[in-house]
């Protein structure tokens, strides 16, 4: 897997990911500030004094923008929802993995229902992402009022997936809004996973670019 960090400081160019072939995963994203030497150049020393400094949901924007797609924009202004940190001068600091797209296997399982993932004999699982919500009308629809099926723009990325799955051969998990969260109150939801199978000596070559 190939790894690469961006940053983009306010009021410069947007974040923007392009996968040559493959699509992304969002792996970590801060805006705030963490230390006192990114985007620090031509900044007072007070400015740059508050390295504890970030705000809260940046990474769920990222991956409900990014995750699953062969290229992605995301500036600054989609992110500040709020100031965390008042007179700081802030960045935003993500990191992303590209994984190949074609034969890539999925789950989906209805809610109460069980997600189950598998791979072959000698690979492992690897979960590339994993959305709990709904994002259509007739996706574990079966049986379910019409009221419980009319919101479709309820999504809500969870990692709990690859923190059961990822590195085994074959992996259950649970669906419930217990463990996810709730996105959407009265909607019945599904998960979707996405998840590549790799050897388990060597990690599966991929670019970004």
Known sequence: ISFLSLF?????????????SGVITVQSALYGRADRETCSEGKPAQQLSNINCYQLGTLDVFKRRCDGKRQCEVNTTTVRKSDPCFGIFKYLDTTYACH????????????DSYANLHC?????????SANYGRRDRTTCSTGQPASQVETVTCSLPVNKVAQSCDG????????RGSLFGDPCFGT????????TCQSKFSKAPSDCW
């Open 8 to 20: 983009s400081s306010l009021g410069c160019f947007p974040v923007w990911w392009v996968t040559e």
């Open 100 to 111: 190949p797209a074609q034969s890539s296997p999925s789950s989906v399982a209805c809610e």
């Open 120 to 128: 072959g004999e000698g690979q492992v699982i690897f979960v590339s």
């Open 168 to 175: 085994k051969s074959s992996c259950s998990v649970k669906v």
């Open 188 to 195: 019945y939801k599904y998960l979707e996973v996405t998840y």
